[in-house]
């Protein structure tokens, strides 16, 4: 084998192999795209169609057969016409007429003969094509329930389906629907978590607060920390105070006169502070 023939077989193989190819994904693709009710409704319709041509066939054989009907009626008519002038024409000696009028009517009767056979064969073929028509109709009639039958289980599947698949999440839009809330979710948490981050910068001081004014430093920082600790504390004394059974610490007294029952802070005998003034320079941080 030369070197064009083996060229050419290669190209033989790889064209079957395209077509093949082909072939299969256009199975594929019509398969997809195939609608078993629709299939179903296209076989119902050419059946009907079917039915609608044997019906027109038997509706012109039974008038072909009532046109030869009609035909031999005017030649049994017309025979017998030439009857009775044969024996008109013998009544007054005229045998050549009566010879005349025999001849045509032994013509007519070759013709009423022809058209009774015609007119048997037309018989036989409508009682066919009735036979035929009737026995298609069944099959329609049959055909029809079954269809409707078919599609109305073929619906009902589809729809579990579908409603499974949407349960699921299985279904195409339910599945982009849940990547939809899933990115939502990995968005939301990606925002709390850098918001948590900047929150921790800000309190630690790694990071100013750009709504505050400017000057702050970390002695201020360090004096908000100690007075949020004091109102802590004083806001723990009080529930303290507050619970059932606690002790009502006594009055002090001093030079005759009643002195105030607030308890003073640390660092600062005998001066009554607000939880919201800032501590002394000397007080323990």
């Not at 319709?45 to 035909?71: C, F, P």
């Not at 009639?141 to 579990?160: H, L, P, S, W």
Request: aromatic letters at 2%.
């Amino acid at each position: 084998m030369g070197h064009g023939e083996e060229q050419a077989v290669a190209m033989a193989s790889i064209f079957r192999r395209i077509v093949d190819l082909f072939r299969i994904k256009a199975n594929k693709a019509l398969d997809r795209a195939e609608d078993p009710r629709e299939v179903l409704d296209y076989s119902y319709q050419r059946q009907l169609e079917m039915l609608q041509r044997v019906r027109r066939g038997l509706a012109d054989v039974a008038t072909s057969r009532k046109r030869i009907e009609v035909q031999a009626a005017q030649l049994r008519q017309s025979g017998g016409k030439l009857e009775g002038q044969a024996q008109q024409a013998l009544a007054v000696g005229r045998e050549d007429l009566a010879r005349e009028a025999l001849t045509r009517r032994t013509a007519v009767a070759a013709q009423i003969e022809d058209l009774d056979s015609q007119w048997a064969t037309l018989q036989e073929q409508e009682e066919k094509l009735t036979v035929s028509a009737q026995r298609l109709q069944s099959q329609v009639d049959t055909f029809r329930t079954r269809k409707e039958t078919i599609k109305a289980g073929y619906t009902a599947a589809e729809a579990q389906t579908r409603i499974g698949e949407a349960v699921s999440g299985i279904g195409d839009e339910m599945g982009d629907v849940g990547m939809a809330v899933q990115r939502a979710q990995d968005k939301t948490e990606q925002l709390q978590a850098r918001a948590g981050a900047l929150d921790e910068l800000i309190d630690s001081g790694a990071l100013e607060d750009a709504t505050l004014g400017t000057g702050r430093d970390d002695i201020q920082t360090e004096l908000d920390a100690a007075t949020s600790d004091q109102d802590v504390e004083s806001q723990l004394a009080r529930m303290k105070a507050e619970l059932p059974g606690s002790a009502t610490p006594p009055a002090v007294e001093g030079g005759g006169t009643t002195g105030s029952s607030d308890t003073a802070r640390p660092g600062t005998p005998g001066v009554e502070r607000s939880p919201d003034s800032p501590p002394d320079q000397g007080s323990t941080r």
